[in-house]
């Protein structure tokens, strides 16, 4: 059994870039220490605690759509339901190590895995 460290998801509405592209399908991998602790010391996040999610999603999301570069300005041009997404998606992750969360049927008891879809998807 490999572990998984890279996580597939789709943004509710997507990324428009400059060019009026739409990017919707993405990659973010899992969280290190360092990803958690470094910008911690970056001025944006020391006058703006909330910048700490744009420079932390910058450095975890390996692919977004044709993009291969995410930067903290893609991050902030994000639509607000699409950085709520990223966030939840991130915790996840993070947190449960998938991407799905476990259920139980309250009729037959079954307990089983489902992905979660937030609204808009």
């Known amino acids: 059994m490999t ?15 400059s060019e009026g592209n739409l990017h919707k399908k993405g990659i973010m991998r899992l969280a290190t220490a360092a990803d958690e602790i470094l910008p911690l010391k970056d001025p944006r996040v020391q006058a703006n605690p909330a910048y700490l999610t744009v420079i932390l999603l910058s450095r975890v999301i390996i692919r977004l759509g044709d993009l291969h570069l995410i930067d903290t300005k893609v991050i902030e041009n ?7 997404y990223l966030q939840d998606f991130y915790s996840r ?12 049927c309250p009729q037959c008891e079954h307990i089983f895995e489902h992905e979660v879809e937030l609204q808009g998807e």
């Open 3 to 17: 572990f998984q460290t890279e996580f597939e998801f789709t943004l509710p509405k997507g990324y428009v870039d």
């Open 78 to 84: 994000l639509f607000a339901t699409d950085l709520a």
């Open 93 to 104: 992750i993070n947190e449960n190590g998938t991407a799905k969360i476990r259920v139980r």
